[in-house]
């Protein structure tokens, strides 16, 4: 499926969110955030956090859970790393500037992985869950949060209208379900396990898929 959203556009995006994100978004996706920390602290043992942002999220893992954070953003990046400093956090072993989906990692390393609003915003979300899928351990979990388009209907209506928009704000607004279902089906290598309704307003799902 041909991009839609440009990758030097989306890191320019979230350079520029970089000093006002904590405040504009931490409030509002909290819930998602601890849901998908929670799924993955259940686990343990060495996770990676792709798009890691600022590092709002990792103060909140379990100090036992080892963790990798990548980003497209250096700005936002820089942000994490100082937070990694100030507060002490020795189980965050790798923070680094990464194309999610060609990602610097052997296959089958983490336990599991943690993508937290960030298949609406890469250009090419199929082939960036097949490399999240391959840096998998067997048995591992994909835990994914992110807004899920209508299907149809006026919520459907107002999410086309504002695509062109949030595409300059580094983001697609219509993602809809049945490109999940379309790419687990073609990986063959993934189960769903859960899809579970995150606020605000339900607009938000936490997804888990189990690799084989």
């Known amino acids: 499926m041909g991009s839609d959203i440009d990758r030097e556009r989306v890191a320019k995006a979230y350079g520029r969110w970089a000093p006002v994100y904590d405040l504009v978004f931490g409030k509002v996706f909290e819930r998602g955030r601890q849901s998908t920390i929670a799924e993955a602290d259940r686990i343990g043992g060495r996770i990676l956090d792709v798009g890691v942002g600022t590092g709002l999220s990792l103060s909140d893992y379990s100090r036992t859970t080892k963790l990798c954070g990548v980003d497209i953003s250096e700005p936002m990046l820089r942000k994490a790393q100082q937070r990694v400093r100030l507060m002490g956090l020795s189980n965050v072993e790798t923070l680094a500037v990464m194309d999610a989906k060609n990602l610097a990692f052997p296959d089958a390393l983490f336990d599991a992985v943690v993508a937290q609003y960030v298949i609406t915003a890469v250009p090419d979300p199929e ?54 279902v379309n790419w687990a089906a073609r990986h063959g290598g993934v189960s769903l396990i859960e899809r579970r309704p995150m606020p605000p307003m339900g607009h938000f799902s936490l997804i888990r898929y189990r690799k084989a």
């Open 127 to 180: 082939t960036t869950l097949d490399d999240f899928i391959r840096v998998l351990k067997s048995g591992g979990e994909l835990i994914l949060v992110n807004h899920i388009g209508a299907e149809s209907g006026p919520r459907r209506a107002f999410e086309l209208a504002f695509a062109p928009l949030a595409r300059r704000l580094g983001w697609r607004p219509e993602f809809p379900w049945t490109r999940l």
